[in-house]
Nanobody, 116 residues
Framework: QGQFVESGGGLVQPGGSLRVSCAAS????????MSWFRQSPGKEREMVAT???????TYADSVKGRFTISRDDAKNTVYLQMNSLTQEDTAVYYC??????????WGQGTKVTVSS
């Protein structure tokens, strides 16, 4: 089944930037669309960005123009570059493949805190 290890989160000031990474294993990475999700306390997990194996990307309206998703198929890794961060971006960020397999587990996520 798919396994995902997120990293790169941390504390950043409003207006700052951060890049998070996700190393995937257990499946043929280049054959799948990859997505970043995030979850804030008390809220549902929401999709942030998606990248198809063709390189086509889609973004949630809340991050469009500020976040950039990319992938390195040679490294089985997907990235999320986050710019102009606001407190509303504070969340735990997770990656996954699409479609998810029934046995895919969510990773531990990487926590991003935007605060002055």
């Amino acid at each position: 089944q798919g396994q995902f290890v997120e990293s790169g989160g941390g504390l950043v000031q409003p207006g700052g930037s951060l890049r998070v990474s996700c190393a995937a294993s257990g499946f043929i990475f280049y054959g799948y669309t990859m997505s970043w999700f995030r979850q804030s306390p008390g809220k549902e997990r929401e999709m942030v960005a998606t990248i198809e194996n063709s390189g086509r990307t889609t973004y949630a309206d809340s991050v469009k123009g500020r976040f950039t998703i990319s992938r390195d198929d040679a490294k089985n890794t997907v990235y999320l570059q986050m710019n102009s961060l606001t407190q509303e971006d504070t969340a735990v960020y997770y990656c996954t493949r699409f479609p998810r397999a029934a046995r895919d587990a969510w990773g531990q996520g990487t926590k991003v805190t935007v605060s002055s």
